[in-house]
């Protein structure tokens, strides 16, 4: 197995090419910081370092509990989403076990299915998009978890109410269905699937959700699942005690009440990908249209290559041949002072 391969942080690409300035696009986080009711809560905070976050999740529970219109018992929460694929895999996979997943798509469901001796079954893509009518027909009796990236990372695409509801029905209720939307605030399909209501039908989908991407909150690492609440049970077994720190409990609750952060959020990455999008039709080149904070171009030549380019020039990115897709680029949408910037320097590289 390898150790996941994240995006280069800033202060190791400014050491190691001696840069001044660095933007990262690489990894989805958000370009506007968190909310400013987030910051609030958190300066408060630097004075009770010395005792332990609350096990329960008490507060934070309250407020998905009441934005999301379920029950307490049926959240869990950890460190970041990332974390809680693995409690996932750890509470419900035997050896041999089976999971399905996209041939392109987030890479820990892989890792976190490996890591207990379970079997990755893994579908090819149709059309750079998650194959779903695939994927359930490739359920058999050892398959305990179906894994749905909805938007899919790193394609960006998303399926759609219509599409998911013709192939429900086809999975049994042992399988449990995983609804990963840790781009969903980003989404402006009309056509997305609505998995809260979903759940009320289908038990068995578990939804993550995550504070790292809209929110801005990717370095406080907090996430959250809401599920049945006997499956529930059996994850909060599994989650250590004190996984959620402090700062990201009190944050998360902060951030989920500011909900015009999330507007703003919401708008400047509308802008961004529409100025991307525009500039990729006038360079001739091929993208994925996406509906989420990030966008995947086919630069038809080596990725790793321009990649480099990029990085002495001071943008991070991240080359497609490390996602499943050579000879593209995953941009993240930020600032529109950094999308220009990511833009003149990918015309220079290419040139
Ligand atoms: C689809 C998807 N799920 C989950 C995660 C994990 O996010 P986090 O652990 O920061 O909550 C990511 C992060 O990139 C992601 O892209």
Redesign the pocket.
């Given at each position: 197995m390898d150790i996941y391969k994240a995006g280069k942080p800033i202060s190791e690409v400014k050491r190691e090419l001696q840069l001044k300035k660095v933007i990262k696009l690489a990894?989805?986080e958000n370009p506007l910081g968190c909310s400013p009711k987030v910051k609030e809560v958190l300066s408060d905070l630097v004075e009770h370092t010395n005792l332990y976050p609350d096990a329960s999740n008490h507060e934070l529970k309250g407020e998905i509990s009441k934005k999301f219109n379920v029950d307490m018992d049926e959240i869990f929460c950890?460190?970041?989403?990332?974390?809680?694929?693995k409690v996932i895999c750890n509470t419900l996979l035997n050896p041999g076990d089976e999971c399905i997943m996209g041939e392109v798509?987030?890479s820990?469901y892989m890792h976190s299915t490996q890591l207990m001796g379970g079997k990755s079954v893994i579908i090819p893509m149709k059309d750079n998009a998650l194959d779903i009518e695939k994927m359930v027909d490739s359920i058999t009796d050892k398959t305990k978890i179906i894994w749905f990236?909805n938007?899919?990372?790193?394609t960006g695409t998303i399926f759609t109410k219509d599409q998911f509801e013709k192939v429900i029905d086809k999975i049994p209720s042992n399988v449990v269905i995983i609804m990963?939307?840790?781009?969903i605030e980003y989404v402006t399909s009309k056509d997305f699937p609505d998995s809260l209501e979903l759940r009320k039908k289908y038990p068995n989908i578990v939804i993550?959700?995550?504070?790292?991407?809209a929110y801005g909150l990717?370095g406080l690492?907090?996430?959250f699942g809401i599920g049945d609440k006997e499956l529930v049970k059996y994850f909060n077994t599994v989650i250590g005690p004190f996984d959620v720190n402090l700062f990201a409990q009190r944050a998360a609750t902060a951030a989920l009440k500011d909900t015009k952060f999330i507007d703003e959020v919401r708008k400047v990455n509308i802008e961004g990908k529409k100025y991307i999008c525009k500039e990729f039709e006038a360079m001739g080149l091929k993208y994925v249209p996406t509906e989420t904070n990030f966008i995947m171009v086919n630069i038809e030549r080596e990725d790793k290559e321009v990649f480099d380019s990029l990085l002495r020039k001071g943008v991070i990115i991240r080359p497609g041949s490390l996602l499943g897709m050579p000879k593209w680029l995953r941009v993240t949408i930020g600032s529109m002072e950094q999308n220009k910037v990511f833009i003149e320097e990918l015309k220079n590289c290419l040139k």
């Open positions: 990894s989805n950890g460190t970041g989403s990332d974390s809680l694929i798509t987030f820990r990236c938007p899919n990372n790193p990963d939307e840790a781009y993550l959700r995550t504070f790292s991407k990717a690492r907090c996430g």
